[in-house]
């Protein structure tokens, strides 16, 4: 009798389980003068509150790659907002497009970090999120932004920067973030005597950080369509690449305990 019961109930939930699905939404948002529009993704089928996770792109631009990483967030039970930091659009695929709108991004760190931080307010703003477990992933350029975002003391848990350019942290700071980093040891844009100086700049600062190398590795190594540019710099390496994603995943269960 209760085998055909549980089989009852299952039968009359089983239509409910099946349209559970990643849910996506773009969000359209403003910093200062520029139109921005993120892209949002959550897992219709919890429905409690839980962590939010920022995703910043790499220098191409909010595309489908970043988007993907947010899907895949959401997958695992977090809410995932990728942040758009150049403009409504602005997605390219040649490297000197994309280095034009980098720097002006870079130029002013004050601004850079807080267009950062509007796509966190955006985020932290949503039903689904719970506003006390935040933290942010980001690639390349993304994974500058995001050590950025530590840097100017944000009221997050946690930053992971994959195969991100390492800027030095300021000699006053206040971050609460902790940091994960994780760097190709064979990442031709970054010396290792600027990795050394990074990471003595980070204990200087008295950060709680921790960096994986991963061998052979080159710059945008978590990415399978950095072959297709024809730069040698940049090159797909999947154990890398599911390595570091296992890493981080490590990282927030530390930060949150689990989604």
């Not at 520029?34 to 219709?44: H, I, N, T």
Request: glycine residues 8%; proline residues 4%; charged residues 20%.
């Amino acid at each position: 009798m209760i085998h055909r019961l549980v089989m009852f109930m299952l039968v009359l939930l089983l239509p409910s389980l099946c349209l559970a699905e990643i849910q996506t939404r773009t969000i359209p948002y403003q910093h200062e003068d520029l139109q921005l529009e993120g892209f949002l993704a959550w897992d219709d089928a919890r429905t409690r509150k839980r962590p939010g996770l920022l995703v910043v792109h790499e220098w191409w631009g909010l595309n489908d790659y970043a988007r993907d990483r947010a899907r895949q967030l959401a997958g695992l039970g977090y809410v995932a907002f990728a942040v758009d930091m150049y403009g409504k659009g602005q997605v390219t695929t040649h490297p000197d497009q994309a280095a034009t709108w980098m720097k002006q991004v870079q130029a002013d760190v004050k601004q850079w970090q807080d267009r950062a931080l509007k796509g966190l307010t955006v985020l932290r703003g949503q039903e689904v999120v719970d506003p006390e477990r935040m933290a942010a992933i980001g690639y390349c350029f993304g994974g500058a932004t995001v050590l950025q975002l530590a840097y100017s003391g944000a009221d997050i848990d946690g930053v992971v920067s994959f195969h991100g350019a390492l800027p030095l942290p300021p000699q006053a700071q206040s971050a609460k973030a902790k940091i994960l980093i994780a760097h190709g040891n064979a990442d031709p844009f970054l010396s290792e005597e600027h990795v050394r100086t990074f990471r003595h700049a980070l204990d200087a600062a008295n950060l709680d950080w921790h960096m994986v190398v991963y061998a052979g590795a080159r710059h945008s190594f978590t990415n399978p369509g950095a072959d297709a540019h024809g730069i040698d710099a940049l090159k797909y390496d999947r154990q890398a690449d599911e390595r570091s994603w296992q890493h981080m995943q490590l990282f927030f269960d530390e930060l949150f305990q689990g989604p």
